[in-house]
Nanobody, 126 residues
Framework: QVQLVESGGGLVQAGTSLRLSCTASGRPLSAHAAVAWFRQGPGKEREFVAAIRWRGDTTLYGDSIQDRFTISTDSAKNTLYLQMNGLKHDDTAVYYC??????????????????WGQGTQVTVSS
């Protein structure tokens, strides 16, 4: 059974940086076709943040990120990262790691991803 675990969330001030991590048990992240980050703010729908193809480093970012976030992988550690810079109050959300096995273009729809973590809370104070 695949289990994804996010870490690195917390309470930070606006303008600062934070790095989220995602690891997996049951099946390594590198065995999946693509991995991604989503987020869900209070009272909001789940929103696509970024996706990456483990092999080839192809990336896709959500429109609201505006070049502030960077998705990356570490094959040696089998870990997915999300580097978040210039955090804003609107970035406050639970951030989820996800993975899918289907190859093809990177997808921004939550329904395209099969495996999900429990999420890590990021709170940005203004």
């Amino acid at each position: 059974q695949v289990q994804l675990v996010e870490s690195g969330g917390g309470l930070v001030q606006a303008g600062t940086s934070l790095r989220l991590s995602c690891t997996a048990s049951g099946r390594p992240l590198s065995a999946h076709a693509a991995v991604a980050w989503f987020r869900q703010g209070p009272g909001k729908e789940r929103e696509f943040v970024a996706a990456i193809r483990w092999r080839g480093d192809t990336t896709l970012y959500g429109d609201s990120i505006q070049d502030r976030f960077t998705i990356s992988t570490d094959s040696a550690k089998n870990t997915l990262y999300l580097q978040m810079n210039g955090l804003k109050h609107d970035d406050t959300a639970v951030y989820y790691c996800s993975a899918r096995n289907s190859f093809g273009p990177l997808r921004s729809q939550a329904g395209a991803y099969t495996y999900w973590g429990q999420g890590t809370q990021v709170t940005v104070s203004s």
